[in-house]
């Protein structure tokens, strides 16, 4: 214990700076309500600019030795620097991923299928609260697959987790996945899916752009993240699918292939990161691009 003798009084009130009204909050849809450990895990994923770019990682999951990600640790040592936060699972986290890294995680928890078995929306969750805990992460993922034959199985997983979690503080993102089923990526399905998460708990949605992106922002009382989709013929596609959800209400995206399987992935999370964060046009973000994959300066 500190000896009492030579402490200070404290200050008398004329003698202090003039009182702040508080710290300028950063503004998290949805989130004015929750507990203090969430909204930090949730504060560390998303920056004081209400946005944020995860570079997911967990393809594995389900793919095996996905391309460009067959050695995990050499795929994002460069591209960390620019993430918000890294979407892996477990296994990948503890053999490939350095525990100084400042990146935020977001755990992958849902898994048990493959591309070879019969059902991929047959998922069950594969890692408990305890793990979560342990390895210290940011938020939780996992996929629910609305319309298919195992809906209520995965939006009972949904729920489960939600129930585990937030005893400890930990935010959920739920993935809409629809697998191979192309025709189900419009406005009037995804709305439906991204609603659906955020009334059974989530509290970050990750899902697909389409037209009329902004019908899924608008009804989704949560923040809502572009997810890849299918990779992307150019790099200004991927620009302008971003802007224009980033117009129509996302606050950000959760890109894996269209970077990664980029023959310039580290130019591509430049570039991404200026319309991000930085209000660049996909014109200007191409420019970037350009001028990051040629070696030159900022």
């Not at 998303?46 to 999951?61: K, S, T, V």
């Not at 928890?109 to 210290?136: F, H, I, P």
């Amino acid at each position: 214990m500190a000896d009492a003798e030579g402490l200070l009084e404290a200050r008398d009130v004329s003698e202090m700076p003039a009182q702040k009204t508080g710290p300028t909050k950063k503004s998290i849809k949805g989130a004015d309500n929750i507990a203090w450990g969430m909204k930090n895990r949730l504060s560390r994923l998303i920056r004081p600019d209400g946005h944020c770019q995860f570079l997911p990682i967990d393809h594995g999951y389900f793919q095996g030795p996905t391309r460009c990600l067959e050695r995990p640790q050499d795929t994002v040592r460069d591209l960390l620097p620019y993430a918000d936060g890294l979407f892996v699972t477990r296994g990948v986290l503890r053999a490939s991923i350095d525990p100084d890294m400042e990146t935020p995680v977001i755990l992958r928890v849902s898994g048990a299928t493959s591309v070879v078995g019969k059902d991929l929306a047959n998922e069950v969750l594969t890692t408990s609260v305890e793990e979560m805990v342990r390895l210290n992460v940011a938020a939780v993922g996992l996929s629910i697959f609305v319309g298919s034959d195992y809906e209520r199985e995965t939006l009972q997983n949904l729920a489960m987790l939600v129930d585990d979690c937030e005893e400890y503080g930990i935010p959920v993102m739920a993935v809409t996945a629809v697998g191979k089923e192309l025709e189900k990526r419009t406005a009037r399905f995804l709305a439906l899916s991204c609603r659906i998460a955020a009334e059974l708990g989530a509290r970050i949605v990750k899902t697909y752009y389409c037209e009329d992106f902004e019908k899924i922002t608008n009804g989704c009382p949560v923040p809502v993240v572009i997810a890849g989709g299918p990779k992307c013929e150019t790099e200004l596609e991927v620009f302008e699918f971003v802007y224009d959800g980033l117009q129509k209400g996302a606050i950000g995206v959760n890109l894996g292939r269209n970077i990664w399987q980029n023959p310039h992935p580290e130019a591509m999370m430049m570039a991404l990161n200026s319309v991000i964060h930085g209000g660049a046009t996909p014109k200007q973000a191409f420019e970037i691009f350009e001028t990051k994959k040629s070696g030159g300066d900022s």
